[in-house]
């Protein structure tokens, strides 16, 4: 695991544990420095950051490092100037803090919202609610099988899958299904569990020869949700037990939920017997919002965050933030907290001005981003596409790349086939025609390529 993706893991499970606030203001602009001996550096914008980190955060941060390579002893974190902390990850969340006056100003609002707790017994987050949980052409669906489930539990829709990109409200909607069933009845055994915490979990039972007791809790849940299950490609023992897990649930009637970045079928290293059990009950992706969605899901977290703002304005931001639900969610807290700052209602020059900083036009993408989600998509080596082989888990990463280049980048045919260690422009051409051709028949070649351009679009 590299050092951006164990931050970004960690991260996502910091996330679910605390308020958005916080998360935005402590976490952004972190990233892992090095990690070595079991000792991890976090590189930390400022001071502040450090001194919050430290004081408040640290073990927590310690645990969930811990969750994903249990070696890991110390967490350190040293001050980076910002200018060099620009990761991909900044963008997502993205106020700058300049000034110490800022910075402590941040703080002091901090201190308004209340730290989220979660359910030790189901993991739940309690501020992931249906009530809260906006619904559109874009979600629809998921939204009415979620609730389908919560009627007719283990019954209609088992399991659930739900897909989508980064952001656009899966974990949310997938909590909302645990709450809304231990609310209504507290008998309920309900527990939310990530894909890497359920394998992180069987490998620290194996260890400690407790695997029994494992077997034994995951079998008596009356709702077991499983978020990001794209996590269980390549891990053979976890997919084994999860299978043996999921079927004692299935077949004693209990119902299980899951989400993934991804279809079934297009998570790469998975086991046959597995990827047919996550496709048996009903699969359902959540797309993007379209601007009508965003503006709605705008004017609703306003006003529930009390953050008041003309309809120009709103209109203006739903027109620039295009990406996901999180983002809109970010450019909202940016312009509040700068409106705050400068104790006025922002102007419509302002608000753009803000939000430009932060958003970067499609044309930065670059051939090397492509080929790298590609390549992590299909978990082969980046390197790998760029070798002459007609192996067929090589071939079709690497003319989807080409098919990419040229749909996404409008490269030239010979500039593809200049990237791709002097090929010849007929292999380009080759390669565009066939997925093109491909893509009329094959509807899950076309997911897999909606979901490799959402990864890239989301990174930039
Ligand atoms: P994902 O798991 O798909 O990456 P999340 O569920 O973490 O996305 O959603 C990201 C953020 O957007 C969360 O703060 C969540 O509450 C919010 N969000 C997502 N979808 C909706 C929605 N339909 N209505 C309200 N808030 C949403
Ligand atoms: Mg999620």
């Known amino acids: 695991m590299n050092n951006q993706e164990l931050w970004t893991r960690a991260l996502s499970e910091i996330e679910l544990s605390v308020s958005r606030a916080n998360f935005v203001t402590w976490f952004k602009d972190t990233h892992v420095i090095e990690h070595r001996d079991g000792n991890v550096t976090v590189g930390v914008p400022n001071g502040f950051s450090k001194e919050w980190l430290e004081n408040k955060y640290h073990k927590f941060i310690l645990k969930s490092v811990r969750n994903l390579i249990p070696e890991i002893r110390a967490i350190n974190y040293n001050i980076v100037a910002p200018s060099d902390t620009a990761s991909g990850d900044n963008q997502q969340y993205p106020q700058k803090i300049r000034s110490k006056k800022d910075f402590i100003m941040q703080a002091e609002e901090q201190m308004e919202f209340k730290e989220i707790t979660i359910d030790p017994r189901t993991n739940l987050n309690p501020k992931y609610t249906f009530e809260t949980f906006i619904v559109g052409s874009f979600n629809e669906l998921a939204h009415a099988a979620a609730l389908a489930v919560t009627k007719n539990l283990g019954k209609a829709y088992n399991p659930l899958f739900v897909y989508g990109g980064v952001g656009l409200g899966k974990t949310h909607l997938l909590q909302a299904i645990g709450n809304y069933i231990v609310k209504e009845d507290k008998n309920k055994k309900v527990n939310y569990i990530t894909s890497e915490k359920f394998s992180n979990e069987l490998v620290s039972s194996l260890q400690n020869n407790t695997v029994q007791n494992f077997k034994e809790k995951?079998?008596?849940?009356?709702?077991?949700?499983?978020?990001?299950?794209?996590?269980?490609?390549?891990?053979?023992?976890?997919?084994?037990?999860?299978?043996?897990?999921?079927?004692?649930?299935?077949?004693?009637?209990?119902?299980?939920?899951?989400?993934?970045?991804?279809?079934?079928?297009?998570?790469?290293?998975?086991?046959?017997?597995?990827r047919s059990r996550l496709e048996a009950g009903v699969i359902i992706d959540i797309s993007e919002p379209e601007y009508e969605t965003r503006l709605a899901i705008l004017k609703s977290k306003a006003a529930e965050r009390k953050i008041s703002l003309s309809e120009s304005s709103l209109e203006l931001i739903a027109s620039m933030v295009q990406k996901n639900i999180r983002e809109l969610e970010g450019a909202l807290n940016t312009i509040q907290i700068q409106s705050r700052h400068q104790n006025k209602t922002l102007s419509l020059e302002e608000i753009k001005s803000i939000l430009s900083k932060n958003i970067k036009p499609k044309s930065t993408i670059t051939t090397a981003q492509i080929i790298k989600t590609i390549a992590e998509f299909y978990d082969i080596p980046e390197r790998s596409i760029f070798e002459r082989t007609r192996k067929t888990e090589i071939v079709k990463p690497r003319q989807i790349a080409m098919y990419l280049i040229r749909e996404d980048l409008k490269g030239s045919y010979p500039f593809i086939g200049q990237k791709f260690g002097g090929m010849d422009h007929t292999t380009a051409i080759h390669a565009y025609e066939k997925i093109s051709e491909d893509l009329k028949r094959d509807s899950g070649l076309e997911e897999e390529i909606k979901s490799i351009r959402g990864k890239y679009q989301n990174q930039k």
């Open 218 to 274: 995951y079998r008596e849940y009356d709702l077991l949700v499983v978020d990001d299950v794209q996590f269980f490609a390549g891990k053979t023992k976890t997919q084994e037990e999860f299978f043996y897990t999921f079927n004692a649930l299935f077949d004693a009637g209990k119902q299980v939920v899951f989400s993934s970045d991804r279809p079934p079928k297009s998570i790469p290293d998975i086991e046959e017997r597995l």
